[in-house]
């Protein structure tokens, strides 16, 4: 979490931790998850990755540092790097408007995933009985 994050968007904040706080991981899980990072090496396949690809990170990430995500995306051919700057590693929580415009406009530069998405949720919904409230591909 950016400092600035701290007072601009403390609300937001408040949610992530509660939620956090009342769906804990235990640290079985989180030993389990350590020991799976360290045994997964996926670095080879980056460069094989033939599809538009969207590496966003917060400019002051402490858990993926901005150094790894430009290593990806150096790997990934013709993909997309975005920084969220003053953020940290949820910058999706601590700057969501930045965050929503980012990938909003990298979905309208490859609208294929648009569609793969928007169909995704509906069938989602669809299994679910649920409305899916999304626009349905080709009435943007």
């Given at each position: 979490i950016h400092?600035?994050?701290?007072?601009?968007?403390?609300?937001t904040l408040?949610?992530?931790?509660?939620?956090?706080?009342?769906?804990?991981?235990s640290p079985e899980?989180?030993?389990?998850?350590?020991?799976?990072l360290?045994?997964?090496?996926?670095?080879?396949g980056?460069?094989?990755l033939?599809?538009p690809?969207?590496?966003?990170?917060?400019?002051?990430?402490?858990?993926?540092?901005?150094?790894?995500?430009?290593?990806?995306?150096?790997a990934i051919?013709?993909s997309t790097?975005?920084?969220?700057?003053?953020?940290?590693?949820?910058?999706?929580?601590?700057?969501?408007?930045a965050?929503?415009?980012?990938?909003?406009e990298?979905?309208?530069k490859?609208?294929m995933?648009?569609?793969?998405l928007?169909a995704?949720?509906a069938?989602a919904a669809?299994?679910?009985?649920?409305?899916?409230?999304?626009?349905a591909?080709?009435?943007?």
């Amino acid at each position: 979490i950016h400092p600035d994050s701290l007072t601009s968007c403390a609300d937001t904040l408040d949610v992530y931790i509660a939620t956090r706080d009342r769906f804990p991981h235990s640290p079985e899980e989180l030993g389990n998850r350590a020991k799976g990072l360290a045994s997964l090496d996926t670095y080879e396949g980056l460069t094989t990755l033939d599809v538009p690809t969207l590496v966003m990170t917060g400019s002051h990430d402490q858990l993926v540092p901005t150094a790894n995500s430009s290593v990806i995306h150096e790997a990934i051919p013709d993909s997309t790097y975005i920084e969220i700057e003053k953020t940290g590693h949820i910058f999706f929580a601590e700057r969501p408007d930045a965050s929503s415009a980012a990938l909003l406009e990298f979905l309208a530069k490859h609208p294929m995933i648009e569609d793969y998405l928007v169909a995704t949720i509906a069938a989602a919904a669809h299994a679910r009985n649920a409305p899916a409230d999304i626009t349905a591909p080709g009435s943007r």
